[in-house]
């Protein structure tokens, strides 16, 4: 599995950049089926979340040589950020270590789940890898989804 979650169209489901979403799934071929274990082509993603000082410590996999931002100034976006009210609003993160984002609001104080990306078109998310591969979204919680219970029927 790859990523194009940065490449996407808000109102296309078929990417534009054609050429790097066959680049990804070229390097994921190579190292998955081939064995080129040399091979990075692999997004951050969860690996595991601490809570303390009011604040979410997210731990990701997958960083190389670190993570980064595409923000000029640092900001990190597309995290959100609720207590056990479940009502979330966006927070601030920033990267404190190789694998580790900080995440926080001032409007939450009492931090509980962290989510990543978590909406139909998460632009502009912009959390990467050190060769460039965008962070999958990601949440902590197991809280009931607005449509889990939707089920498709041929009726």
Same mark, same amino acid.
């Given at each position: 599995?790859?990523? !194009? #979650? *940065? #490449?996407?169209? !808000?109102?296309?489901?078929?990417?534009?950049?054609?050429?790097?979403? %066959?680049?990804?799934?070229?390097?994921?071929?190579?190292?998955?089926?081939?064995?080129?274990?040399?091979?990075?082509?692999?997004?951050?993603?969860?690996?595991?979340?601490?809570?303390?000082?009011?604040?979410?410590f997210?731990?990701? &996999?997958?960083?190389?040589?670190?993570?980064?931002?595409?923000d000029?100034? %640092?900001? #990190?976006?597309?995290f959100?950020?609720? %207590?056990?009210?479940?009502?979330?609003?966006?927070?601030k993160?920033?990267?404190?270590? &190789? @694998?580790i984002?900080? =995440?926080?609001?001032? &409007? =939450?104080?009492?931090? &509980?789940?962290?989510?990543?990306a978590?909406? /139909? @078109? +998460?632009? +502009?998310? /912009?959390?990467? /890898?050190?060769?460039d591969?965008?962070?999958?979204?990601?949440?902590?919680? *197991?809280?009931?989804?607005?449509?889990?219970?939707?089920?498709?029927? *041929?009726?």
């Open positions: 599995m790859v990523t !194009a #979650i *940065d #490449i996407g169209e !808000a109102n296309n489901i078929h990417p534009i950049n054609k050429y790097e979403v %066959g680049r990804r799934l070229a390097l994921a071929a190579l190292a998955d089926v081939y064995y080129q274990h040399q091979v990075i082509y692999l997004s951050p993603s969860y690996d595991s979340h601490t809570i303390k000082d009011n604040a979410v997210i731990k990701l &996999k997958n960083e190389y040589n670190g993570l980064k931002t595409t000029k100034f %640092g900001y #990190i976006f597309g959100s950020i609720a %207590g056990d009210d479940q009502i979330f609003r966006w927070a993160a920033e990267i404190i270590d &190789k @694998n984002i900080k =995440v926080w609001s001032d &409007k =939450v104080k009492s931090p &509980k789940v962290v989510r990543y978590w909406q /139909n @078109n +998460p632009s +502009p998310a /912009n959390l990467f /890898n050190s060769h591969f965008p962070a999958l979204p990601f949440r902590t919680d *197991d809280w009931k989804l607005s449509t889990q219970d939707i089920r498709l029927t *041929d009726e």
